[in-house]
């Protein structure tokens, strides 16, 4: 893939690479709709405080972890066309209802329900992967993530005006974030009528259930249990947040708690239901990946995804205090951080492609991210600007490089179930933000700069001893197993 065929807009894969990265950008420009706002809404509403945003900016990521989960089944089963479309119309619903709603617990129902937008990332990583062929894909979803997460900058850009100068008045932020509901709304529709799953005459592979993802053996089976489990701990850490801003009581503090378990061990069991007959029957050898494979591949989004949307929360402010900025400079040099999602993301998608193993690409950028964050770790008010500019745009450029060679090896674990091995990476990308933003309350930010180096350096052990370069990752088309053969002839018959 080229630079050229981006732009070459007769093509059939062209054209469903765009809607799709539309169809992230709108989903992005809608879930951080607030934070551009915040304040106003604090000036013109009279009953909002700090607190009431610190809390709302909170559940605005809390859904996002088993959405991700369970958006990656459907998709699975039904297909990008209609799980995206599907998703982007029902939550134009819960954007609607914060953009008008007049109490606080309707603005924090509303944003947790609405949170789960952000599970749409998953839905492109499957959709962009059945378009371009192995060779290419790497790229492919690079400028998928990359163009689709300017969704955020363009928020932060756009809202603030349209919520002042289009619409004006007190109530300019409901407007502005309406709008945004009402992107989700049309563009739905849009992608549903041009939209498809695959090209004409190929095949979509779906997994025999939906539940659970499938294993391929018992130490895999008891893995995917393991790395189940902090999911749902991510969850109560959300919930134990809530509590600690004082925003929730201890009765639904518990609550909270009780239903994580319940959640968990349900999964627990679907993971059983689903893998124990297909284990006692026995996986054909060509139908067998290994998990170990998945294990690395959530590590580096814990590392990479988690520490950019941790970084963005806090560099504004490390940047205004630490060169004694305004906040409309530190806001600026802060937001290059996004701004070179546009490059960096597709960049590391295509040297995936380029190079001659996916494998070591991904060991590169962990390892460059550890020393990036290193770097950031030791900026002091000693360092010129400038220089620290460049270390914050260097380590971006690994960071989200790091995410475009992630989504570059994905649809080769397993292709019939990279929805969910998408959904429970970008999963574990959410978790990271949240485990890493809780820990940057208990630290300075320069100790903070390190502990993400640590967690990049111990994501790229985990990649360096577990992940295995990918069969057939440069080839003109995906290896099918004699299982996804025989249902593939099956399904040829029944048309």
């Given amino acids: 893939m080229t630079v050229k065929d981006i732009f070459t807009f007769k093509s059939e894969q062209t054209k469903m690479l765009h809607l799709a990265w539309i169809a992230f950008f709108i989903s992005f420009f809608t879930w951080f709709n607030m934070a551009p706002l915040a304040s106003t809404m604090i000036e013109t509403t009279g009953w909002l405080t ?29 297909g990008p066309r209609r799980v995206y479309s599907g998703l982007l119309i029902a939550m134009a619903i819960p954007t609607f209802a914060f953009a008008f709603g007049n109490s606080f617990m309707q603005l924090l129902i509303s944003r947790l329900l609405l949170s789960s937008i952000g599970a749409s990332f998953v839905v492109g990583i499957r959709m962009v992967s059945e378009w371009f062929p192995p060779k ?58 041009l939209a498809r799953d695959t090209p004409e005459g190929k095949v979509y592979e779906k997994p025999k259930n939906i539940a659970a993802l499938e294993v391929s053996t018992w130490k895999d089976m008891a893995l995917l249990i393991l790395w189940t489990v902090p999911l749902y701990v991510a969850l109560a850490l959300v919930a134990w947040r809530l509590h600690d801003t004082g925003m929730v009581s201890d009765t639904i503090l518990y609550v909270s708690y009780s239903l994580c378990l319940m959640f968990c061990i349900y999964q627990v069991y679907n993971i059983l239901k689903v893998n124990v007959p297909i284990l006692k029957k026995g996986v054909p050898e060509d139908d067998r990946y290994k998990f170990k494979n998945v294990a690395a591949l959530n590590s580096t989004y814990f590392a990479n995804f988690g520490a950019e949307l941790a970084i963005i929360s806090m560099l ?58 290193v770097g950031m770790g030791m900026i002091d008010s000693s360092w010129p600007l400038v220089l620290a500019v460049v270390m914050t745009v260097v380590t971006s450029m690994f960071i989200q490089g790091a995410e475009g060679a992630t989504f570059a090896v994905i649809p080769f674990v397993k292709k019939r ?38 967690g990049a350096f111990l994501s790229f052990l985990c990649c360096y001893f577990w992940l295995e370069e990918p069969k057939g990752s440069f080839a003109d088309e995906y290896e099918l197993s004699s299982v996804d053969i025989e249902e593939k002839e099956r399904k040829s018959t029944i048309a």
């Fill in 316 to 373: 504004p402010m490390f940047f205004q205090i630490m060169f004694s900025l305004s906040p409309a400079q530190a806001g600026l040099i802060a937001s290059s951080f996004a701004f070179i999602n546009l490059i960096a993301r597709p960049l590391g998608g295509y040297l995936s492609d380029r190079m001659n193993s996916r494998r070591n690409t991904m060991l590169v950028y962990m390892f460059g991210i550890s020393l990036g964050l």
């Fill in 417 to 454: 179930l990279t929805g969910q091995i998408a959904g429970m990476s970008g999963a574990y990308g959410n978790v990271g933000a949240t485990v890493y933003l809780v820990l940057y309350t208990l630290v300075t930010p320069q100790q903070f700069f390190f502990i993400l180096a640590g």
């Fill in 50 to 78: 700090g607190d009431h945003l610190a809390a709302l900016a909170i559940v605005n990521v809390a859904l996002t972890i088993p959405a991700r989960i369970i958006v990656g089944k459907l998709l699975d089963r039904y």
């Fill in 136 to 193: 290419s894909v790497g790229m492919a979803e690079g400028i998928y993530g990359g163009w689709g997460n300017f969704g955020s900058a363009a928020g932060a850009i756009l809202l603030p005006w349209f919520a002042l100068t289009m619409f004006g008045g007190d109530n300019g932020w409901r407007y502005a974030i309406a709008f945004t509901g009402l992107a989700c709304l049309i563009y739905g529709v849009i992608f549903y009528i």
